[in-house]
């Protein structure tokens, strides 16, 4: 026993014990995580902030002209089109594809407009997320055609647009969220882990001026997502 620590104290010949309740395991942190981008923050309301800071971007700017519907269904074609593409038969052609092309903003927002999930106000730039058990079919409707991610071949093999991945998934929901510090890490789960998903971005690109000070901008649209054989 340690001369410097007293565990007993003596008073009138009885012995008093002096506990010491023990340690309480630390409390897992709560958090709130928005399903789409896999953000995740310490309160409701930061969750709920989140959310309207992105309704906010779903908001048509002022300006940007409406599409008639008949052009919106057949970009929507044209999508499910260059998508359908990059879906090859062999299986060394599977894996990360990467889609551009010169898009119209009233175009991109024509289809998108409720699905966006991110703006950067300095390029204005938009993008959407389509990840999770739900993504495919959530796609299918929107693009209205259920077959949009998938091509079928001979001998029964198909390819198809990956969106979910079970495994991924639990992984990164063993992951601890916060530090012990409670400091949030990561911020976004989808990068950490990479699980699949379907990345559509909209951004202004603008040509270098030439000798003569001259200069041209257009809109393209990128689509970003990996494939699989089976």
């Known amino acids: 026993m340690c001369s410097n620590v007293n565990f007993f104290s003596q ?13 309480s395991p630390p409390s897992a942190l709560q958090h709130y995580e928005c399903v789409i981008c896999k953000a995740s923050y310490k309160s ?3 969750l709920t902030r989140h959310k309207n800071i992105i309704q906010k971007y779903n908001v048509r700017r002022e300006g940007l002209y409406v599409l008639p519907s008949e052009a ?35 175009l991109f927002f024509g289809v998108f407009e409720g699905y966006i999930h991110h703006y950067n106000f300095r390029s204005g730039s938009y993008k959407c997320f389509f990840q999770g058990s739900d993504a495919y079919t959530q796609v299918a409707n929107l693009f209205d055609n259920p077959n949009w991610g998938r091509k079928f071949f001979d001998n029964d093999q198909q390819t ?62 990128y689509l970003n997502f990996c494939t699989q054989q089976i």
């Open 44 to 46: 409701q309301s930061g």
């Open 72 to 106: 919106i269904t057949e970009f929507k074609g044209q999508l499910v089109h260059v998508i359908q593409s990059k879906l090859k038969d062999h299986f060394s052609q599977s894996g990360r594809q990467t889609i551009s092309f010169p898009c119209l903003e009233s």
């Open 160 to 221: 198809f647009v990956m969106l979910f991945d079970a495994q991924a998934e639990v992984e990164a929901n063993q992951e601890n969220i916060f530090n012990q510090n409670g400091k949030r890490i990561p911020k976004n789960r989808l990068k950490k882990f990479k699980l699949p998903k379907l990345t559509v971005e909209w951004k202004c690109k603008k040509s270098k001026e030439d000798a003569k000070k001259n200069k041209t901008l257009a809109g393209y649209i």
């Open 11 to 23: 008073n009138s010949h009885h012995t008093v014990s002096i506990l010491t309740p023990p340690l």
